[in-house]
């Protein structure tokens, strides 16, 4: 195991491809979710906006001098593609990750954690929903707390599994939830019952990071 993992511009291009490829297999399962208890696009959604971002990576990653750079234009791309209220709030996700690693090229794991962090709190600072609101931060919210206490830890795929572990169980938590935000809100009790589709969307997002992490881990290990 190395390290200090050093995730560089080339990390976070492969992970946002391979975003773009989930967005094709998970389309129709969170647009099945977003059709129980919202208007049934979620996953129709993400497949836009990620299919804009694969499609214009090779331009993005050329003129992009450093890694906030490119995920700032990647979530610009999401910000202007996307319809529904996951598109601004994906988008500013990607906007605002970079904010605590302004200028550099590559990043340790311990910068990564503070990334998610920061684009999690942007996805708050839009949205203003709250834990328990039955919303994609019911996911993200349990990782991205268990994600900060532990990013100086020597065992970083350790640490990335426990935060995936912890956003999945957070989506599931949603189940039995009224939802306080979001079209879902309207349903009231019938939304019980339910999972929120972009609390499922988010955790299974994240996961691409934690893959392309045991890639990178892999490759380093050599
Ligand atoms: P729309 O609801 O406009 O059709 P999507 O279907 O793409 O957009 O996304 C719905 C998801 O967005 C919900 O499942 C929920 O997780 C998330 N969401 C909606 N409103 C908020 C909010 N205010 N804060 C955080 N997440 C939200
Ligand atoms: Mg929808």
């Not at 935000?181 to 309207?186: F, I, L, N, Q």
């Given at each position: 195991m190395a390290e200090k993992a050093m995730l560089d511009k080339q990390f976070f291009k492969e992970a946002l491809l391979k975003m773009a490829e989930l967005s094709e297999t998970q389309r129709d399962y969170w647009t099945a979710l977003d059709s129980a208890i919202g208007d049934g696009d979620h996953g129709i959604n993400l497949s836009i906006g990620f299919r804009g971002i694969s499609a214009q990576m090779d331009e993005l990653y050329s003129s992009s001098a450093d890694i906030p750079t490119l995920l700032k234009k990647a979530g610009m791309i999401l910000l202007s593609k996307?319809?529904?209220?996951?598109g601004p709030l994906y988008g500013s996700f990607f906007m605002k990750m970079g904010t605590p690693v302004a200028g550099k090229e590559a990043v340790t794991f311990s910068e990564f954690a503070d990334m998610i962090q920061a684009g999690v709190t942007a996805i708050q600072v839009r949205g203003k929903a709250e834990l328990?609101?039955?919303?994609m931060l019911d996911a993200l919210l349990p990782g991205v707390e268990y994600l900060q206490t532990h990013k100086?830890?020597?065992d970083v795929l350790s640490v990335m599994e426990q935060t995936i572990t912890l956003m999945h169980e957070g989506a599931d938590s949603t189940i039995p939830l009224i939802a306080k935000?979001?079209?879902?809100?309207?349903l009231g009790e019938r939304a019980v019952g339910a999972k929120d589709p972009g609390s499922e969307s988010s955790w299974m997002l994240m996961n691409v990071f934690y893959e392309a992490l045991k890639t990178q881990q892999a490759g380093a290990a050599v």
């Open positions: 996307v319809g529904g209220a996951s328990k609101d039955k919303t100086e830890d020597a935000k979001g079209r879902a809100m309207r």
